[in-house]
């Protein structure tokens, strides 16, 4: 991808956002956040996940 192909995608993306209404944007942004994992896997993975399964099973 040349360098004017990506300046172009780049402007229509933003031009595409700027057009939504202000409570269309705030609407996806709070989605985003909510379909985000927790920190902590984020951060380490399928580590922690594996561990709580772990000492769940044996309590």
Do not use: A, C, H
């Not at 031009?15 to 984020?42: A, F, H, S």
Request: proline content about 7%; cysteine-free.
């Amino acid at each position: 991808m040349s360098t004017n192909d990506y300046v172009k995608f780049v402007t229509q993306q933003f031009v595409r956002y700027m057009d939504q209404p202000k409570e269309e944007r705030k609407k996806q942004r709070e989605k985003r956040k909510r379909e985000k994992p927790p920190l902590l896997y984020y951060w380490f993975g399928m580590i922690p996940l594996s561990l709580q399964l772990l000492f769940r099973k044996k309590s």
